[in-house]
């Protein structure tokens, strides 16, 4: 394997997972802030998906839509595409949240389903890729 793929798919994925862990720390702060931590489950399944894609050297465009990233993976494994509804959570927190106008905070279940369609993006990518990249 091509050591300098290897690091830079495990960089991709080591941003994936600390989107996830600032997921859970916003989330659980004091005040909690859902905006920002459902920005992150959004961000962490785009990078696992991004790093997933590089190792297999699939070019990607500069997109935040999870449903395009998944169907480019699920290209190279069928079983990918099982995160397809993962997509229609996180594919809007892209932007949802994060920008002036009309702000609606999200609730907490709303950000739960977000952290838990991130986890499984994430954990799944891991599964199909070879431990020597895991972050």
């Not at 994925?13 to 992150?40: C, F, I, M, N, W």
């Not at 991004?50 to 990607?60: A, E, I, N, Q, S």
């Amino acid at each position: 394997m091509n050591e300098a793929k290897a690091e830079l798919t495990r960089s991709w994925l080591v941003k994936a997972k600390r989107d996830l862990l600032s997921a859970q720390e916003l989330a659980g702060a004091e005040v909690p802030l859902l905006d920002t931590a459902a920005y992150h489950c959004q961000q962490a399944a785009e990078k696992a998906l991004k790093g997933y894609l590089l190792f297999h050297d699939v070019r990607f465009e500069k997109t935040h839509d999870i449903e395009v990233l998944i169907l480019q993976a699920a290209e190279e494994d069928s079983s990918l595409g099982v995160c397809i509804e993962a997509a229609r959570i996180l594919t809007p927190l892209a932007v949802e949240f994060r920008y002036p106008g009309d702000y609606v905070e999200p609730d907490a279940d709303e950000y739960r389903e977000a952290f838990d369609a991130s986890l499984k993006v994430f954990q799944l990518v891991l599964l199909k890729l070879p431990v020597i990249v895991h972050p």
